[in-house]
T-cell receptor, first 111, second 115 residues
Framework: SQQGEEDPQALSIQEGENATMNCSYKTSINNLQWYRQNSGRGLVHLILIRSNEREKHSGRLRVTLDTSKKSSSLLITASRAADTASYFCATENNQGGKLIFGQGTELSVKP | DAGVIQSPRHEVTEMGQEVTLRCKPISGHNSLFWYRQTMMRGLELLIYFNNNVPIDDSGMPEDRFSAKMPNASFSTLKIQPSEPRDSAVYFC?????????????FGPGTRLTVL
């Protein structure tokens, strides 16, 4: 079964607005990663947040982690058309080593 | 660095034919991952190697799929015989180590169509 599940499945916003994507997972984790995938391309790592961190920033990205609720959110502020992509959360399985990816949120930012 | 290199980028073949996908990981990376992505099933890990040794192949769909890593700079994923349901985008990724804290670097993928 999926370890990480994102919602919403699809999100459409106007340029300049903020975009928030959520990820829920099932088992205890040591860390959670967010990746981005442009259409027709491979995934690109965005940010990693460890289980002892509650919030992390990288440029216009803000990631939060609530281990009590087993959930994470990715916030993109002041979105741009170039942010249009699919965004995936990834968590480790309980044996470590391999990542389990969610189904992703498809973000569309309209100019 | 050229990043993870995959070939071919696109492959169209007929059912029953053998398909070989190739991957060159980033130099110095010790772990290599093969994924399959479809609309229905999302991104699935098929197999991963650490120091050229297969660690976990539980995601390989069936015996028609096999993967090898003869050396640190090359891996293949073979499907024999191929079936239409194998149509998907296959990604190779590499990382320094097989650790959940390590970033995985993905190749551009091979889009496979089996007719």
């Amino acid at each position: 079964s999926q370890q990480g599940e994102e919602d919403p499945q699809a999100l459409s916003i106007q340029e300049g607005e903020n975009a928030t994507m959520n990820c829920s997972y099932k088992t205890s984790i040591n860390n959670l990663q967010w990746y981005r995938q442009n259409s027709g391309r491979g995934l690109v790592h965005l940010i990693l947040i460890r289980s002892n961190e509650r919030e992390k920033h990288s440029g216009r990205l803000r990631v939060t982690l609530d281990t009590s609720k087993k959930s994470s959110s990715l916030l993109i502020t002041a979105s741009r058309a170039a942010d249009t992509a699919s965004y995936f959360c990834a968590t480790e399985n309980n044996q470590g080593g391999k990542l389990i990816f969610g189904q992703g949120t498809e973000l569309s930012v309209k100019p | 660095d050229a990043g993870v290199i995959q070939s071919p980028r696109h492959e169209v073949t007929e059912m029953g034919q053998e398909v070989t996908l190739r991957c060159k990981p980033i130099s110095g990376h010790n772990s290599l991952f093969w994924y399959r992505q479809t609309m229905m099933r999302g991104l699935e890990l098929l197999i991963y190697f650490n120091n050229n040794v297969p660690i976990d192949d539980s995601g390989m769909p069936e015996d028609r799929f096999s993967a090898k890593m003869p050396n640190a700079s090359f891996s293949t994923l073979k499907i024999q015989p191929s079936e239409p349901r194998d149509s998907a985008v296959y990604f190779c990724a590499s990382s320094l180590r097989a650790s959940s804290t390590d970033t995985q670097y993905f190749g551009p993928g091979t889009r496979l169509t089996v007719l």
